[in-house]
């Protein structure tokens, strides 16, 4: 039987009467869908080893086939951290129960120190499609309705340039529009001819080639499509994003709570490799508050009044 941590502390404090400050045995690490769920579980079995060594725990990889899964996980309190957080999800839970988690930090590129990333709308390279207008009447695939580069951030823009919403595909501007599920599939989506465009997230930093140096282009090359930036054109991009925030939940004991922050510093300075892998990128943790969050809380509370009215 699977137990969240607070569970199980809550358990073992009336069977036992055991001190409050003994700390829970289990660690539910929370992973964003719309991914390769192998690749996700294989990129964070490194941070298992960390965590369970460190801090003494057994920690459960908790990834979700979309992101709704890590947002209800956080706010039902099964879901103790994140590393690699959307804005949008974060959002969603702090507009839910603004209590529910700490900000410890955002990822902050190694290379150049910047702190964000863009949405970006890709086609096919030997396609006629240079802009969004031409992509008027086609087919275009969004990634989830809780992803910041992948619905909130083209939702926002698409709304200003053609007016309507994704529920009348924004005017009819398409002839369709459909959540993947995720930023590769997107991709694929795009590369298999499913969508004539699509969108996904890149730091628009660094190599091209290799897929710059965080995002969903990096992914797929390095799992079976080398030759992804050859195939693919980017023909539009958002203003830049906030990159996720590591979040931890205030769920856990206090003492604990510290320690496991304490532990996700460590993992980044410590073993690097492998909270690269984890965050998707060559990034390190920098300071972030709620108030680096506000445009993107802002304009998903207005995005959730909309979908009331």
Known sequence: ?????????????????????????????????????????????????????????????????????????????????????????????????????????????????????????????????????????????????????????????????????????????????????GHEQDILGVLNGQFDGAVTWTSLIGDRDSGYTSGAFGRLIRMDHPDLMKQIRIIWQSPLIPNGPILVSNALPADFKAKVVAAIKKLDKEDHGCFVKAVGGAQHIGPATVADYQNVIDMKRDLMKGSRG
């Open 1 to 181: 039987m699977k137990l969240t941590s607070i569970a199980l502390l809550t358990g073992a404090l009336m069977a036992f009467g055991v001190n409050a400050a003994d700390a829970p045995k289990e660690l539910n690490l929370g992973i964003l869908g719309g991914q390769n769920a192998t690749q996700q579980i294989g990129d964070n079995q490194c941070v298992k080893t960390f965590f369970d060594k460190t801090l003494g725990v057994d920690t459960k990889l908790r990834n979700s086939s979309d992101y709704a899964g890590v947002i209800q996980g956080l706010l039902g309190k099964k879901i103790d951290l994140v590393l690699s957080m959307s804005p949008a999800s974060f959002a969603s839970v702090y507009l839910q129960d603004p209590k529910a988690v700490d900000v410890v930090g955002i990822v902050v590129d190694d290379k150049d120190g910047s702190q964000g990333y863009h949405s970006v709308v890709i086609v096919k390279a030997d396609s006629p499609y240079k802009k969004l207008e031409d992509l008027k009447g086609k087919s275009f695939g969004m990634a989830d309705p809780d992803s910041t580069s992948g619905f909130l951030m083209p939702n926002q823009a698409f709304k200003k340039a053609f007016g309507g919403s994704v529920d009348d595909k924004y005017n009819n501007t398409f002839s369709s529009v459909t959540f993947s599920g």
